[in-house]
């Protein structure tokens, strides 16, 4: 059989790693599957998307679409063109989409209308409830037209059931995100920026922010960095800008002797700077994830998450976006009455293979 797996943006190229892996596992073991590896271009700086595949091993793409950036519309629609062309040219047995960015929705929309092959969604089923994200509508889209739900929570699970989806359609699974992290924890390493500053283990905050809603907005940006400086006692904050947010962070002026602003980090530098931090802050959906495994504090700048269990079993705490609830939070760091948090259930670094195992056992592959 040939798989497509798709993989447009940093979070994606983590969570296809693993299942990339599997697979040729099970190649060498005789199995008759193929896959192509194909790259959407949403995300194309070396620091965004180059330099995972070089720490992860990622083979290079079979295809890249060089979609691009650009609005909602032009990106699912350059993507979806790029795709269905590549369709047209050789069609593929499954779809294999992860997350929940745009790539993910417009290659499993594009795959299905090409004669109804069959999706496979890794991260299928969660759900913020917050429509103004852009991301939640990617997850219903896809979900709508998924036909193979690969879960990483029970409550995943649980949201596909209410939504009418059977059981022998939901495989659940665990946390690909997580396959990479066990995978690369001993070979997390110190960046520059360690000596650099000084820092010492448990004596700095990471920090990260690229949510529309913190980011596109210069007051918004700036009432939120300005008040995490200031609770923060001048321990060390690092803060490697995505660049969705560099141009307006620029733009605040925001400086600070502890502030430490640099390019986004690779994944071995920048994970080992959450395993070692004092707490994470941040508005991102994956590092709450790694947060909760590492056991490191993690202070969520949103409303809402579609990771209920980063919240329930792991050490993530949503602050909102209103400035005045991180002070609170850093007085609880602070104090060291901050939760401990467990490892949620099947987050235990065998995700991919039971995909695959799944996979061989859908498509009845043989060897
Ligand atoms: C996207 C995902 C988001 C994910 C994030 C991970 C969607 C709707 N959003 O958000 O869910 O959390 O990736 O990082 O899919 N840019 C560059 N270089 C790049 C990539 C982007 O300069 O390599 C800049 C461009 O100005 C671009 C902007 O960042 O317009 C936003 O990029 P885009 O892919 O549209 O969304 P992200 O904010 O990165
Ligand atoms: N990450 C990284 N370097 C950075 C910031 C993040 O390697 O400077 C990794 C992080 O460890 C996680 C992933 O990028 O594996 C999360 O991606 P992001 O926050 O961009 O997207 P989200 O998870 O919010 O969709």
Same mark, same amino acid.
């Given at each position: ?196 500053? /000084?820092?010492?283990?448990? !004596?700095?905050?990471? =920090? ?7 980011? $596109? %907005?210069? *007051? ?64 991102? /959906?994956?590092?709450?994830? !790694?947060?909760?495994? =590492? ?7 949103? $409303? %809402?998450? *579609? ?61």
């Amino acid at each position: 059989m040939l798989i497509d797996i798709i993989a447009g943006a940093r979070p994606n190229f983590i969570k296809i790693a693993p299942i990339i892996d599997a697979i040729e596992q099970r190649r060498h073991q005789g199995a008759a599957m193929e896959y192509r590896l194909v790259h959407t271009g949403q995300h194309y700086d070396k620091k965004m998307s180059g330099d995972f595949f070089d720490q992860l091993g990622i083979p290079a793409p079979h295809h890249n679409l060089e979609a691009g950036s650009g609005t909602q519309a032009e990106q699912t629609g350059k993507i979806m063109v790029g795709y269905e062309r590549l369709l047209m040219e050789k069609a593929c047995d499954l779809c294999i989409v992860v997350g929940d960015v745009t790539s993910t929705m417009a290659c499993s929309i594009a795959a299905k209308k090409m004669n109804n092959i069959k999706v496979a969604h890794v991260e299928g089923g969660i759900r913020s409830g917050d429509m103004t994200m852009p991301e939640e509508i990617n997850r219903m889209v896809t979900d709508a037209i998924t036909d193979y739900f690969f879960t990483t929570s029970e409550v995943a699970n649980t949201n596909l059931r209410s939504a009418g989806v059977k059981d022998d359609r939901i495989f659940f699974v665990g946390n690909t995100m997580i396959d990479t992290l066990y995978k690369q924890m001993p070979r997390l390493q110190q960046p520059e920026i360690w000596a650099k500053c /000084g820092l010492k283990a448990k !004596e700095y905050i990471i =920090m990260t922010l690229h949510r529309p809603a913190n980011v $596109d %907005s210069k *007051e918004k940006l700036n009432e939120l960095v300005t008040e995490i400086v200031r609770v923060s006692q001048g321990m060390p904050i690092i803060f490697p800008v995505h660049p969705r947010t560099m141009k307006m962070l620029e733009a605040t002026g925001i400086k600070a002797a502890n502030l430490h602003v640099t390019e986004p980090l690779g994944y071995l530098e920048f994970n080992y700077l959450v395993k070692h931090a004092k707490a994470v802050i941040t508005d991102s /959906g994956g590092i709450t994830e !790694e947060a909760t495994v =590492m056991g490191v504090p993690c202070m969520t700048l949103r $409303d %809402s998450t *579609e990771r209920p269990e980063t919240c329930t079993t792991g050490t993530n705490e949503l602050l909102g976006t209103d400035p005045n609830n991180i002070a609170p939070a850093f007085e609880k760091l602070f104090a060291g009455k901050w939760k401990q948090g467990g490892i949620p259930e099947m987050w235990d670094g065998k995700t991919a293979q039971r995909i695959v195992e799944h996979i061989v056992t859908i498509f009845g592959v043989h060897n």
